[in-house]
């Protein structure tokens, strides 16, 4: 029996050409080579579909693990993918056997992979990562001495292609954030005194990109992550960028409220005037923030603004569509998106959940169809 084609309930946008715009601009803000942070479901994106796209415009990827970088790899991405965490020990060979680019945090694990290339006859791709504040991962400023990186460039089977660190306070803490270059340009002439100069010295993620133009010529790799997605972590910068994702449901019912009526679990709304309620197909299991409830959230049908009413379900919200008194069911309702010269953005739907605009990316469902 054939399986029929059945209408979208709740789904993603996707603009092709927002995100080769935001890679663009990236790469004019950088004047560096890119690579694109892909991460996470390219933060919720489709990271098989953003690399398809960006394939052709970036040095490689960046993403969280070997199993997202096998996924590009399966999906014919050639480009090279970079392990933006450290790998698990069983990891190591099958990550240098795919010739990706891993992160090496101390002198044991470059030793521990230079042995494990030497065995399998397969050159491993390192990265040093020099912690110059994050507290996450890398060298320490003790550990990055001249011992350890006269120790690191002796190394026989592996290729050092990079150094970098990260910057996790760029749209927060300016003065922490120059600090923190100044100690990692530092720590890269002293490895380059060494004989340590691999191609790649990278830094900058979204935020770093964007504010802190002094990296320009030194710095030969960058790592825009959100911005490609039409995000600026530094709100000055929003107008620069367009926005990749439109987050769409639908009208499943419209019904009228009498006023004094509870709506959603718990009745923590209720009606003061009799109201045009409509149910959308939408709830918490698709990753719509369960945390909006009670916050302001709302959504668009055309044009209007509605007002999300009472806790937010896991398959379905309800809103006050008093204003459109010709929704009706199947009507397409944004979640996330424009209609005309009305909005609702990612920053503002991170703000009624008081989260951040990554996470609401990141948190849209598998159930959701990416289209694009």
Partial sequence: MDSPTL????????????????????REQGGAEIMAVVKANAYGHGAVWAARILQDRVAMFGVANLQEAQELRLAGIEKPSFLLSPCLPEEWEPAVRMGCHISVSSLQEAIALDRLAQRTGVRALL?????????????LEEAWDESSIAALSSLKFVSWEGINTHLPSADED?????????????????????GLRPKWIHSSNSAGLLGYEEQRGWCTLTRPGLMLYGISPLPEEQSRLKPVLTWKTRVTQVRELPAGHGVSYGCTYITERPTRVATLACGYADGYPRQVSGHGAQVLIGSTLCPLLGRVTMDQIMV????RSDAKPGDEVILIGAHGTSKI???EVAAWAETIEWHVFTGIGPRVPRVG
């Fill in 127 to 139: 990265h040093a990562v020099v912690d110059t504040g994050m507290g996450r991962i890398g060298f």
């Fill in 320 to 323: 006050d569509v008093t204003a």
């Fill in 174 to 194: 300016a003065a922490f954030t120059r600090a923190q270059l100044a100690r990692f340009r530092q720590a890269v002439e002293k490895a380059r005194a060494m």
């Fill in 7 to 26: 209408p979208h309930r709740c789904w993603t946008e996707l603009s092709a050409d927002a995100l080769r715009h935001n890679a663009a601009v990236a």
């Fill in 345 to 347: 953005t990612a920053t």
